[in-house]
C-alpha cells in the first residue's frame, strides 16, 4: 500500500495557527514538538511531519483500520527533511518527504525498498476506487495508489509491483 500527502504552504499559513496555545499538543507529541522547535524552519518542520502522519493514515485506511482521528497515535521518529519512520501501533511505516519552494510533498509505503517502484501520475483522473481505496489500473492489473490535493498542489503516486 501506498500514502501521499501534499501541503500548500502558503494555503496552511493563511488557514492556521500554529503558535495558537495548545494546537501543537492536539497534534505531535512531545517528541515531534522536539524536532518542530529544534528546527531552523519550524513552519516547514510542522507542515512536513503533518504531511508524513496523513500519508500514513491513508495507508492505515486502506488497511482496514477505522476512521478516525489519530494524530497523537501515528508518530514521527528518526526524521530529517527528506526520510523518516511513522508509527501506528504495531505498524511502521518509511517516509520520504521533499520541499520545494511553498510544496511539501510526503510518501508513505511500508518498505524502502518499494520507494524504487513509486510512479508519479499527471492527474487523479485515471484512478479507480474499490471499496473507497484508490487504484490505477495498467495493463488489466491493479496498484495500490494514492492521491492528495491541497491548494494549487495535486500529486498522484500509485506503487508498482
Known sequence: MIGNDVVDLTVAKSQS???????????????????????????????????????????????????????????????????????????????KTTVINDLIHSVAIESYENFEKIIYLKNGNSLKKINGIPFYELNSKLYAASKSHHGKYEQVVYLQS
Open 17 to 95: 495557527n500554529w503558535k495558537r496555545t495548545g494546537y501543537l499538543d492536539k497534534i505531535f507529541t512531545s517528541s515531534e514538538q522536539d524536532f518542530i522547535f529544534s528546527s531552523n524552519n519550524q513552519e516547514a518542520m510542522i507542515w512536513s511531519l503533518w504531511s508524513r502522519k496523513e500519508a500514513v493514515y491513508k495507508i492505515l485506511i486502506q488497511n482496514g483500520v477505522r476512521s478516525g482521528y489519530y494524530p497523537l497515535q501515528i508518530e514521527c521518529l528518526d526524521i530529517d527533511y527528506e526520510n523518516g519512520y511513522v508509527i501506528f501501533e504495531n505498524y511502521k511505516f518509511k517516509t
